[in-house]
């Protein structure tokens, strides 16, 4: 079996009908889950009080924001090199969820800096980065909303995502290139003596899986709309022509 059979929109509609319902049931679990353990049964931290369990949103979400911009990437890449329309509709699908992750981020961001940093936005080179990329996201919509044919929609958007990775590398790795501004380093981290401590390890984990499988299930039910909503659009087409 080949992953490119999936690239049949009615087998792709058919599986991810299947596997749809125990996606969105873990996303739940997972989601509210990590939620309550971290927010009701973690300590304070000594330095930033009960401020520091925002983490458990804004970690995952931020994560999120950049992993849907590189699927979207990914997608793109794929409708570029073999013209496979549900790759195109599921970038399109995905630009969406990864937007409105963007803003919680943003949100969540500002709700624990301000406490922490005695401001609510600071032009720190992961925040601008960040904040860019989410303009990215508007205008990989719009773009898409403007133009009435899809290839070339898809063909102009996937062009924009490639151009757009840029700023998403950067806000991931910003803290790194530029060894200044006031966002912290990585919080989660292969070397134990950067990470957190595992009373928040562990929730935070079972938060992001919350986010990725939520991510997962958004992306298989837009994409299902986008397949539906581009059928109805040719049907109506060809209504027209005869």
């Given at each position: 079996m080949s992953i490119w059979e999936y690239a049949n929109p009615v087998k792709f509609i058919r599986t991810t009908d299947l596997v749809l319902p125990w996606i969105a049931a873990a996303a739940v679990i997972c989601l509210v889950g990590g939620l309550c353990w971290g927010f009701f049964f973690t300590p304070d931290d000594y330095r930033q009080g009960s401020t520091v369990k925002i983490f458990y949103i804004h970690v995952p979400a931020a994560m999120m924001a950049i992993n849907a911009w590189a699927m979207m990437l990914i997608a793109s890449l794929i409708w570029i090199v073999r013209r496979h329309h549900v790759s195109a509709l599921a970038a399109r699908a995905a630009a969406p969820v990864g937007a409105t992750f963007t803003v919680i981020?943003?949100?969540?961001?500002?709700?624990?800096?301000?406490?922490?940093?005695?401001?609510?936005?600071?032009?720190?080179?992961?925040?601008?980065?960040?904040?860019?990329?989410?303009?990215?996201?508007?205008?990989?919509?719009?773009?898409?909303?403007?133009?009435?044919?899809?290839?070339?929609?898809?063909?102009?958007?996937?062009?924009?995502?490639?151009?757009?990775?840029?700023?998403?590398?950067?806000?991931?790795?910003?803290?790194?290139?530029?060894?200044?501004?006031?966002?912290?380093?990585?919080?989660?981290?292969?070397?134990?003596?950067?990470?957190?401590?595992?009373?928040?390890?562990?929730?935070?984990?079972?938060?992001?899986?919350?986010?990725?499988?939520?991510?997962?299930?958004?992306?298989?039910?837009?994409?299902?709309?986008?397949?539906?909503?581009?059928?109805?659009?040719?049907?109506?087409?060809r209504e027209r022509l005869t």
């Amino acid at each position: 079996m080949s992953i490119w059979e999936y690239a049949n929109p009615v087998k792709f509609i058919r599986t991810t009908d299947l596997v749809l319902p125990w996606i969105a049931a873990a996303a739940v679990i997972c989601l509210v889950g990590g939620l309550c353990w971290g927010f009701f049964f973690t300590p304070d931290d000594y330095r930033q009080g009960s401020t520091v369990k925002i983490f458990y949103i804004h970690v995952p979400a931020a994560m999120m924001a950049i992993n849907a911009w590189a699927m979207m990437l990914i997608a793109s890449l794929i409708w570029i090199v073999r013209r496979h329309h549900v790759s195109a509709l599921a970038a399109r699908a995905a630009a969406p969820v990864g937007a409105t992750f963007t803003v919680i981020a943003l949100a969540t961001g500002a709700l624990w800096g301000q406490p922490m940093w005695g401001t609510w936005w600071a032009w720190d080179p992961r925040l601008t980065s960040f904040l860019v990329l989410f303009l990215f996201y508007l205008g990989y919509m719009a773009l898409w909303s403007a133009i009435e044919n899809d290839d070339t929609a898809a063909d102009l958007t996937s062009i924009l995502c490639l151009v757009g990775s840029v700023f998403a590398i950067l806000s991931r790795y910003a803290v790194l290139f530029w060894n200044q501004g006031l966002h912290q380093g990585a919080s989660l981290s292969m070397d134990a003596e950067e990470n957190v401590a595992d009373v928040f390890w562990y929730p935070t984990l079972m938060c992001i899986a919350g986010f990725v499988l939520l991510f997962v299930a958004l992306v298989f039910l837009r994409t299902q709309t986008e397949i539906r909503a581009r059928r109805a659009r040719a049907l109506l087409t060809r209504e027209r022509l005869t």
